[in-house]
């Protein structure tokens, strides 16, 4: 099954591409003058996976719950392949790493300022901006947003306004 | 005017500010408001009223009423007499025609009063009907009050913080700070928010100030206004402590310059340290007008009369001025030169907020003012906004409205008199809600704080009953003036672009928008780029199709449940157009299906109907529970379309796949490196030439782009935009669903009879697709060519000899190709014939056109299976 949506994944480009550096992030020219503490972090291994989710141990990647049998997995993209592989023998999985950019920002108030999910209780998925996105939180001040690329530029435009109204 | 510094005085003297009023420079100190900074100086008239264009001069002094409203540095309606002095501002009347002294409008006053009564609008200026145009020129020269500059360049910005707290206190009066600092001594985290810009800090609140609660919502939703910023709050216990309103009382001249509420007189000598007058008269149905006397004897004011409503039994007052100023009043005959007039009508507490939040209202007959009661769970009053301390008040003065006495107004706001209420009473519109809209009594900036109450007084003694069985009327947000900016916050309008985005706008695209998406309409030369799709080949950035895995061992079923089509006979790696139905049998969107395996099938649906396939299809899985597991990709992958004659010479230097027609046939699908990047690629046919749709991942868009206009460009590849695509379609006769259908149609009535199969067990739509079949079409779509070379418009009426409108265009086109104007059109069933003749509406003529049934281009489709 797994050859069958193999065009689902960038990580299977041939070399050639990989080293033309031919992937390109949707955020990237929205944050050509990103200000500092707005990170592009697009390039990631995303995988929804679909199954009996509590069995997963979120070694060595993070798990968004979505559902009661679904859940979104992130990891660093260099091992997309094969966790992709190991969890295909126990769940359905099914590759966004090209569906989802990612940004990752510092600051509660700026969270604030995009969207009204509770910051206490993440991950979660939620409205930012008008988009569906998962947010995650990596301590009191480091937050991570994933969302359908197609939003990027926009979604990268609101970040990047949000800290210049914040900086006034 | 300026007393000598008073204790616990707001001015800071040391500093003087200086701002221009009219074009003369006004001296003011910090701490003034431009309104205290005005009369200090003198300024008695600060505004002209509503409708009679009527002197008016401070009142309330708190930001209750709409006598102080100026314009400020170009801001309309700005209350200057809470607004903080600013060194350098522009301050300007409003609202008048000449100056503030003399306001040409003011004729309304004078002779105007037959010709706006009551509703005037309802009655005067409709007849007739030509003059209408002048009239609204008229009317909106002289409405409203500010006036914004529609030049304007966006003032400042607007932000939106999305807020929570433990506990929200709403008011930093005396009742409000004692509890915010009661929650915060255990443990509760506390916001505190007031309207007022000069709050302390209170020792573990945050205290937002200004910040306006705008109203509660519920979840406990208050939205604050904190000018720049919406600080939407949502709060476990909301602490309501919003105080209440002194209340005028109503006899005739009660609006002359130089009548106040005792607040006013409060901070004008207490505050910023002003002497309000010479000779007053006190005139009070509570205790806060004898403290008011009090106040002013010390400032050096001779008290002419304490008139305590309480103690005595007045029956007629009457406030006589001159040129819309206080020289006297009449108490019961007795005539009291001053120019000061202080009237306390008691104070109604500030409820709204309460029974926004669902709390009761009702009529305290002890204090004659409506108190909240059976405040909800989760919210909390404290102070006299509960009705305490509020003492007792009779609802005193008579409106006795006597006749050539003067105008007894009980809305200041609005204009509205006494005879007003009376007059519309006896129209019939003797509800209190019904009597608000047409009078307009409590709908101008006070929003009811000074003339609600006494309004229901009034009412109460015209319909013989009590103000408890009148009621009062449904307290709405925003409870203040709020600004659309803050409101709207920042523009957050999302908009997709797919990943080949930047590469249109490189090319020079005219970029449009299809639903949310972004898309390029052109690259500058439509008929050039249809042109080369059918003599070289072409590339179009379909990204933005909807695109579905449909996986699971019921997944055939899954989607002959959802469609017309059988999909259970196809062969792996083939693909079939489906017309996705509603359970009414109206064609809903379209798409194709490729069967990627047993179990696993591709599934594209219209650019803007991704999202409703996608819901649409859960929905109905969410009921059936087959095994059939749904995964929206529509992100996830890019898709180009390369079509033209030259697109298999182009596929061969993309990919090692062999492309010949026999390995890779029309509605075939299949899987390949294209340019190294792992694709689906489907040979499909919207456009009617040979062509290939390549599926991949989005993240290589720009990349494959480049690549194909790369090692296209000696076969003469050109990008095409939207607009050429639908030229392209139309000479195939494709149907766009949304265009050429709408939401009646269905599958058979569109000419595509062939897709539905009723052999079938039960499908979305079934029984009415037999119904349609048995009934037969009412209407037919069909395409057609102009005789001659005008494009009738979208909508265009289709018509036989008779002129009679018997059909619509749905779409036409010049197409470059068959030099002619070809289109789609739904017509009369006995018109559906190859070569039947109708007319079509263009520009009030009737242009000749002629049924075709079969594509105008490649009809046996020979290009497309070449």
């Known amino acids: ?168 | 005017m300026r007393l000598p510094p008073q204790p616990g005085e707001r001015l800071d003297r040391a500093q003087e500010v200086t701002f221009m009023f009219c074009g003369k420079p006004v001296r003011a100190f910090q701490g003034d408001t431009f309104g205290s900074a005005l009369f200090a100086g003198g300024q008695r008239i600060f505004s002209r009223s509503f409708k009679y264009h009527r002197p008016r001069g401070l009142l309330c002094c708190s930001g209750a009423c709409p006598n102080c409203m100026m314009t400020v540095d170009g801001i309309p309606n700005v209350r200057v007499c809470a607004e903080p002095v600013r060194d350098g501002a522009n301050v300007q009347p409003q609202n008048v025609w000449g100056s503030l002294d003399r306001d040409l409008l003011a004729v309304t006053d004078k002779f105007g009063g037959p010709f706006t009564p009551v509703g005037f609008y309802y009655r005067t200026m409709i007849r007739p009907r030509r003059a209408w145009p002048l009239y609204e020129k008229f009317l909106r020269n002289v409405a409203g009050l500010g006036r914004i500059d529609k030049h304007g360049a966006r003032r400042g910005r607007y932000d939106v913080e999305h807020r929570r707290a433990e506990a929200l206190v709403v008011g930093a009066s005396e009742a409000g700070i004692a509890r915010a600092k009661e929650l915060a001594g255990q443990g509760r985290q506390v916001v505190l928010v007031d309207e007022n810009s000069d709050v302390a800090p209170v020792e573990g609140a945050d205290v937002v100030a200004p910040g306006r609660a705008l109203g509660i919502w519920e979840g406990g939703l208050v939205p604050v206004d904190g000018g720049n910023v919406l600080y939407r709050y949502r709060a476990e216990t909301i602490v309501v402590a919003t105080g209440s309103v002194e209340q005028p009382l109503a006899f005739p001249g009660n609006d002359l310059v130089g009548i106040m509420l005792p607040e006013s007189v409060r901070r004008l000598v207490e505050d910023w340290a002003i002497r309000p007058g010479k000779r007053a008269v006190v005139i009070t149905a509570d205790e806060t007008g004898r403290e008011s006397a009090q106040l002013l004897r010390k400032a050096g004011v001779e008290i002419c009369g304490v008139y305590d409503l309480r103690r005595e039994r007045i029956r007629e007052i009457v406030a006589k001025g001159r040129k819309g100023i206080l020289r006297s009043v009449e108490i019961d005959g007795r005539r009291v030169a001053c120019d000061l007039l202080v009237m306390s009508g008691g104070r109604q507490p500030a409820y709204s907020l309460l029974a926004q939040a669902g709390a009761r209202v009702e009529y305290d007959d002890s204090t004659g003012v409506f108190v909240p009661t059976e405040i909800p769970d989760g919210i909390e009053a404290v102070g006299s906004v509960t009705g305490e301390g509020i003492g007792a008040a009779i609802p005193a003065a008579t409106y006795n409205g006597a006749s050539g006495q003067g105008k007894c107004f009980v809305c200041v706001c609005e204009d509205v008199t006494d005879k007003d209420l009376k007059r519309a009473i006896s129209e019939g519109f003797d509800s209190i809600e019904l009597a608000k809209r047409y009078t307009t009594v409590t709908m101008g900036p006070c929003q009811g704080r000074l003339c609600h109450l006494p309004s229901i007084r009034v009412y109460a003694r015209e319909n013989e009953s009590d103000a408890s069985s009148i009621g009062t009327t449904t307290a709405r947000p925003p409870w203040g003036p709020v600004t659309l900016g803050v409101l709207a916050g920042r523009p957050h309008e999302p908009a997709q672009r797919t990943s080949i985005h930047h590469r249109h706008k490189e090319l020079g695209a005219r970029m449009m928008w299809t639903g949310t998406w972004r898309r390029p309409y052109s690259y500058g030369d439509i008929e050039g780029e249809v042109q080369s799709v059918h003599g070289a080949v072409g590339v179009i950035d379909v990204s933005t199709l909807g695109k579905l895995l449909i996986v699971g061992s019921e997944a055939a079923e899954f989607l002959e449940r959802l469609y017309p089509n059988r999909f259970g006979d196809m062969k792996t790696g083939r693909i079939r157009y489906g017309v996705l139905n509603t359970d009414a049998g109206r064609i809903m969107d379209d798409g194709t299906i490729a069967r990627l395996a047993d179990d696993s099938y591709y599934v594209t649906t219209t650019s803007t109907g991704a999202g409703a396939v996608v819901e649409w299809f859960e929905w109905w899985n969410a009921v059936w529970g087959m095994d059939a597991q749904i995964v929206d990709v529509t992100g996830a992958l890019a898709a180009v379309n390369v079509a033209g004659p030259r697109a298999r010479d182009l596929m061969q230097r993309l990919t090692d796949l062999d492309v010949s027609n026999e390995a890779l046939s029309y509605l075939d699908a299949k899987h390949a490196r294209v340019a190294g990047i792992p694709s689906l690629i489907l040979r499909i046919g919207f456009v009617g030439e040979l062509g290939y749709e390549i599926h991949f991942a989005s993240p290589y868009g720009e990349y494959l782009w480049d690549t194909i206009l790369e090692r296209g460009a000696d076969l003469g590849i050109r990008p095409f935009g939207l607009e050429p695509q639908r030229v392209l379609r139309l000479e195939k006769m494709h149907i766009l669903v949304g265009q050429d259908t709408d939401s009646e149609s269905n599958v058979i009535d569109a000419n595509m009879p062939w897709i539905v199969k009723l052999d079938k067990d039960d499908f979305v739509g079934k029984w009415a697709l037999e119904h349609a079949q048995a009934r037969g079409p009412r209407e037919l779509l069909v395409g057609f060519e102009m005789e001659n070379g005008r494009v009738p418009p979208e909508g265009g009426q289709v018509v036989l000899s008779q002129r009679r409108p018997v059909g619509r265009v749905t779409s036409a086109r010049w197409s470059p190709e068959l030099r002619k104007v070809i289109g789609m059109a739904w017509v009369p069933p006995e018109i559906a014939h190859d070569g039947a003749q109708f007319f079509v509406t263009i520009d009030g003529g009737f242009d000749k056109a002629f049924v075709r049934l079969r594509p105008f281009f490649d009809p046996d489709g020979e290009r497309l299976r070449s």
């Open chain 1, 1 to 168: 099954m797994s050859e069958m949506f193999a065009f689902l994944s960038p990580d299977l480009a041939s070399p050639d591409v990989a080293s033309a550096s031919a992937w390109r992030s949707s955020l990237e020219r929205a944050l050509q003058h990103a200000p500092a503490g707005v990170i592009d972090i697009s390039l990631s291994g995303k995988l929804e996976v679909r199954g009996d989710v509590d069995e997963l141990d979120a070694k060595g990647y993070d798990v968004v719950p979505l559902g009661p049998e679904r859940a979104l997995v992130i990891c660093d993209f260099t091992k997309t392949g094969r966790l992709r592989d190991k969890l295909s023998e126990t769940f359905l999985v099914f590759d966004m790493s090209g569906a989802l950019a990612g940004l990752q920002l510092r600051g509660e108030t700026l969270m604030r300022r995009l969207t009204d999910l509770d910051l206490e209780t993440l991950p979660a998925v939620g409205s930012v901006a008008h988009v569906r996105t998962y947010v995650l939180r990596d301590d009191a001040e480091t937050f991570r947003l994933f969302f359908p690329q197609e939003y990027g530029h926009y979604l990268a435009e609101v970040v990047v306004d949000a800290v210049e109204g914040l900086a006034r």
